[in-house]
């Protein structure tokens, strides 16, 4: 049993801070030298790893706001077509060069040549490609004192398997070169632990039992045979085996539960997405004794949890957890443009998640710059989904052809690289219990060749997860291109579907549509298209001369291709609500219409529990400032589709449904409810009540049932409001949501022309909210209160609407009571709110500010807001 960390002779080093880069333009000395010199690298680009070249060179002010108008335009490519070189040093004290060292890269795009102390200890054929780890023993080159470490970094090329953002935006003018994720030094005496990994086998009837199963690789880098144990310890467990290890060479250690009986726990503390439990996490330590001394250690989090797919009537795929089946609601994530995330945007953005009740993160191409993304998500809950882009499938983004059914990867090298790739990747990822599927192909499948590398990587490095062949289903890419199915011919469909729409859609399509991309099955990239930002965040990244009316620097912050301009959005605004005659009508509206479009989406899917399993917003976030596929922009700033998407991804919950309008209780939790009650409400556009409907009713776990059908609305005004709430016995509102409908309903028009692209089903006939633009204004009176939490603020709302009229979509914003400016992230428990007539609501926002805050509210309606002052 291990006693004291003195007893430790083994170190684990990141290289993060010290380095600095430069072009190999400017530099004519070679690696060697670089590597023995420290003065030549005096004056050169400081940064930190990871990092890109051109985000450096942004952090340094070398280019200026690249984000901020058409500014990125006039970065020069040819800049970053000759390597770029990374130098740092360190310094070893002399107690630790007489350990072994390995240099650990986890990440460089897109090849490297490395030099340590004037010698090549790595060549650009062993360090090839962006998704590739590699580790090179330098015990003879590491010396007490000073260490250079000299890396060339070369760029990727047109057909390389390199980073990539697709039609989201404009492409970074580095294409990401750079060292993309860390660098470590391991430090250990003789032998040193690789891989760890622990599979657990969760008894599914009872969930009271659980086996764990631990394996992991010994390496020997020395000359000599070596005797030792591997001890393990998870809390109160401890085992051990006695291992010899012969010079130069590794073995492969397994702790079988059927042997190590200690592996086999009772009640143990499962692992669950955030909604049906919690996110429980064990901690694995290993440690490699020599003579009673730690040669090496290593420590991992992992989560007792088991993970299924099944098939929903013989045709669409699903997943359990746990073998509970899980309603799979999430958003595709994106890094920065210039892989600058920070620990504090991932995490803002991972709470953003939980925030808005969705589950599920889909990550397609980059997947983080280190484990912060994935040890979020472990610890909050969040489901991940984890493949390659589709980046690689299309020749418009990889630069090369590519074979019309497979995508780029069908050349026998090609095929080799891609399958070692996949495997570092997997091994680098595996023990997260977030990560619940792996997706080995986006719009396409994979070869024959390289799905069968996948499978054998599976069985041998994780049994423990269902992959999918590829998150486009059965007909994907007929729409498009005219090609087969997309079916593999190993394992068939992928059960899955990826049908759009991607560009504005009616609410009512996603109840109605059987065919495309409405809610049935797993869609597995979908939305309404454009969310637009709001105001503050639209002055940060367009020139005030180009703020209206809406221009090609717009147009350059949408995405590209088929989606390089507004026109399906702004062509529905002007249909629906009215044309807006300036910039600020032009915000609330695109807000309205954000949330309104947002809403039904998830809902739906919601609805149709029965025939659902899963949908994925195109997207979560930003890469960089954009008008199009967010749920908050690239400042961290929500827009109203994001509190759209927390409403409607509530776990118990009243929705209406466009298509056969009725009003549903929906359930996403695992337990029943009882005696509750849907209050339904309808008001005309003068605020007249026109319906008020009790109905008490009961709902099963996970369930979705019909409750009341609006009907005999013929004299009520085109546009109408229809408020719902769930009260419990005690008369407590467990749910509110509020919707503005027509009654000139939206027709869709499934034969419309549309050439080439056709992940879109507009609209023939518009509904009509014009008569919002003449509702009566209302006061509105404010009151807050601030309270002091550990680490972090609290403010309760009090907002009351004295009137007899609806407070129509109140907006809510912090901001620094001095400079105005938004204080992000921002986590409301509601926003984009309406109050009835005479009604109060109380909420609260969680926030960090270090300065005095004041609040805004603004309202489509609002004659006056009045604030009170504010309290502690």
Partial sequence: MITSNEQMKCYKIELRDNWKIQSSKKVSQTGVELSLNSAITEHWIPTQVPS???????????????????????????????????????????NKTKLNTSL??????????????????????????????????????????????????????????????????????????????????????????????????????SLNSAELKITAELQNTTNNTISGSLIGQIEDIWFEKEITIKANSSLFIEFEPSVYSQLKLENPRLWWPFHLGNPDLYDLKLYFEIDKEVADTDIIRFGIREIEDFWLNDIHRGYKINGKKVLIKGAGWTDDLFLMDTDFTIEAQVKYVRQMNLNTIRLEGIWGKDHKLYNLCDELGILIMVGWSCHWEHEIHMGVPVNERFGGVYKPEDIDHVAQAWE???????????????????????????????????????????????????????????TEEVVSEISGSSGVKMLGPYAYTAPVYWFTDTNFGGAYGFNTETGPGAQI??????????????????????????????????????????????????????????????????????EAFQVNKENS???????????????YWQLY????????????TQKACSSLHLIYNYGDHHIYAINDQYQSFKSLKARIRIYDITSKIFIDQIIEFDIEADASIPLYKLCNLENISTTYFVDLRIIEANNKELDVNFYWLSTKEEELDYEANLGEFAFHTPSKVYSDFNMLNSIEKVDIVVDYQLKELKNQQELTVTINNSSNLIAFFINLKLQDKVSEAPILPVYWEDNFISLLPQEQRVLKVRFKHDSDVALKVESWNSKTIKYGEISD
């Avoid at 989201?168 to 040193?192: C, F, Q, T």
């Avoid at 997260?432 to 490095?461: C, G, M, Q, R």
């Fill in 52 to 94: 890109t070249v051109l985000g450096t060179l942004t952090i340094n002010q070398i280019y200026k706001d690249p984000y901020f108008g058409e500014n990125l335009k006039q970065i020069p490519v040819e800049e970053f077509e000759v390597p770029w070189w990374y130098i740092t040093s360190f310094n070893i004290d002399n």
């Fill in 104 to 205: 650990d890269f986890d990440g460089i795009n897109y090849k490297a040549n490395v030099w340590l102390n004037g010698e090549l200890i790595a060549h650009s054929n062993e360090i090839n490609g962006a998704y590739r780890t590699a580790s090179f023993d330098i015990s003879e080159y590491i010396k007490t004192g000073k260490n250079l470490l000299a890396i060339e970094i070369i760029p990727p090329k047109p057909g390389d398997f390199s980073t990539g953002f697709v039609d989201w935006n404009p492409a970074p003018p580095d294409r990401n070169m750079g060292i993309i994720r860390p660098v470590k030094l391991h430090l250990y005496k003789g032998v040193k632990i690789k891989h760890p990994f622990v599979q657990s086998k969760v008894d599914l009837k």
């Fill in 533 to 602: 930002p709001q105001l503050e965040s639209l002055n940060k990244f367009i020139p005030d001369d180009k703020l209206w009316p809406i221009n090609d620097v717009w147009n350059y912050h949408c995405g590209r291709y088929e989606f390089a301009d507004l026109s399906r959005f702004t062509t529905a605004i002007k249909e629906r609500y009215g044309k807006p005659l300036n910039l600020e009508e032009f915000n609330i509206k695109a807000q309205a219409m954000n949330y309104e479009l947002m809403r039904p989406m998830f």
């Fill in 613 to 627: 399993t899963g949908i994925i917003q195109w997207m979560l976030n930003a890469a960089w400032p954009k008008m």
């Fill in 633 to 644: 922009d690239y400042y961290l700033m929500p827009t109203a589709a994001f509190y759209a």
């Fill in 424 to 482: 570092d990747q997997v091994i680098w990822l595996r023990n997260h219990p977030s990560i619940f599927v792996w997706t080995v192909a986006s719009d396409k499948v994979p070869i024959t060749k390289l799905e069968e590398k996948y499978i054998d990587t599976f069985k041998k490095y994780d049994p423990t997860r269902p992959y999918l062949n590829s998150t486009g289903g059965v007909g994907s890419d007929l729409h498009i291109i005219g």
